[in-house]
């Protein structure tokens, strides 16, 4: 530290010293449907008359490769939805027998620790109504 001078004057003539020059980005237009310019004419502004033909043939490119007289096998489809509701099915009551074999066993094992002898669960019978 210099004679008069605090370590907070002394940190900030440092931090001034490290600091990087300023650098300015250079930020082009995004690409619009495949065109670097974002327009279909050329003009520079995007043509908002442009047909509905060529806007979607821009999607072709995310199609599956798949030949124009195969046909979609719906009932294959269908099977494969059927099976996939049932996993989906049979994975959600799992998880919620497991959450409700644990929360049982949490409160046997609660039961237990405080010291109790009888900590199975007494089943009443409910009062027949007349």
């Known amino acids: 530290m210099?004679?008069?001078g605090t370590k907070f004057a002394h940190d900030q003539t440092e931090a001034e010293d490290a600091r990087p020059t300023a650098q300015i980005l250079q930020f082009r237009p995004r690409e619009r449907f495949g065109d670097p310019l974002g327009d279909h004419d050329g003009t520079g502004a995007a043509n908002?008359?442009?047909?509905?033909?060529?806007?979607?043939?821009?999607?072709?490119?995310?199609?599956?490769?798949?030949?124009?007289?195969?046909?979609?096998n719906y009932p294959q489809r269908m099977l494969m939805n059927v099976i996939a509701v049932a996993v989906v099915t049979l994975?959600?009551?799992?998880?919620?027998?497991?959450?409700d074999t644990i929360g049982n066993m949490e409160r046997q094992q609660d039961c237990l620790l405080q010291g109790r002898q009888n900590c199975a669960p007494i089943e009443i019978a409910a009062p027949m109504q007349k």
């Not at 047909?51 to 046909?71: A, C, I, K, V």
């Open 48 to 72: 908002a008359n442009a047909p509905e033909g060529e806007l979607l043939d821009d999607l072709g490119q995310y199609e599956q490769d798949r030949e124009e007289d195969e046909p979609i």
């Open 91 to 99: 994975l959600i009551g799992v998880g919620v027998w497991l959450a």
């Open 2 to 4: 210099r004679e008069g």
